[in-house]
């Protein structure tokens, strides 16, 4: 049920670049051939799910607008600052990019797989367990801490706004289809707004998604069924011994 207050999400309405702000000799300018002057995401569903080949530059892009919204490079709310050093890591992306709110929504979180451990430990030292549900996320699995985050932290209690990369990483089938549920609460709830990245059909399937593809022509609108991962997904389920056979 959508929020009483006037605005919904989504909140982050359009992305575009600062020109006098791009360095071409920096990456990800100097590789990603999409990132051209014009390149600009115009945000109109409450989860916009960013698909693309490994090296398409999904994760840049998801990394620069966390950033940008005044998130941690390596993860977390906006107030998880000191579990790592900033400026041991990043792009040239983030400063260069100009964001629309409609409000500005400075909660929410980020959620990047390949540093998920290292946040885990910070978390887990802060010393707060109910915030994700009871207990100690590194006494858990991999994929049971990711959904104790998810149900506990990244409830639609309010307005926030969430940045994931791959958040399927860590998830077995079952649990991306528990995730899924959750992202459909996000879409109906009117108080999140969510951007990932994902390789997995199973997301990517959420009815009222915005699922764009991103290759070195820009984004475009694409349904899952048309993305290579659902077809290759498909064809392997249907007939496992072919992709046996030698090319």
């Known amino acids: 049920m959508a929020a009483p207050s006037a605005l919904t999400s989504p909140f982050l309405r359009r992305l575009g670049l ?9 990456f990800p300018f100097d590789t990603l051939r999409f990132l051209t002057s014009d390149f600009a995401i115009e945000f109109r569903s409450p989860i916009t799910i960013v698909v693309g080949e490994n090296g398409s530059g999904k994760s ?39 964001l629309s ?4 929504v400075r909660n929410g979180f980020f959620l990047r797989a390949e540093s998920f451990f ?19 996320l590194h006494a858990r699995s991999h994929g049971e801490a990711f959904m104790a985050m998810f149900r506990h932290r990244l409830a639609a209690k309010r307005q926030a706004i969430y940045f994931m990369d791959e958040p399927e ?4 089938p ?10 459909a609460e996000w879409r109906d709830s009117g108080t999140v707004q969510a951007v990932f990245a994902t390789h997995s059909p199973i997301l990517m399937s959420l009815p009222g998604a915005d699922v764009l593809w991103l290759d070195e022509n820009g984004l475009r609108p694409i349904r899952p069924e048309e993305t290579p991962h659902w077809r290759i997904y498909k ?7 072919r992709f046996d056979e030698p090319d």
């Open 60 to 98: 840049t892009l998801i990394e620069a607008l966390a950033v940008a919204s005044g998130f941690n490079v390596f993860g977390g709310s906006q107030h998880h600052r000191g579990y790592a050093s900033e400026g041991e890591r990043g792009n040239a992306l983030a400063p260069a990019l100009r």
């Open 235 to 241: 064809a392997f389920l249907a007939n496992p011994r």
């Open 169 to 172: 990483a860590a998830l077995s």
């Open 118 to 136: 290292q946040l885990a430990s910070y978390l887990d030292a802060e010393g707060d367990p109910a915030a994700h549900g009871g207990g100690l």
């Open 174 to 183: 079952q649990r991306q289809l528990a995730f899924r549920r959750l992202m």
């Open 101 to 104: 709110w409609l409000p500005r």
């Open 18 to 26: 600062v020109a006098e702000r791009i360095d071409r000799r920096a």
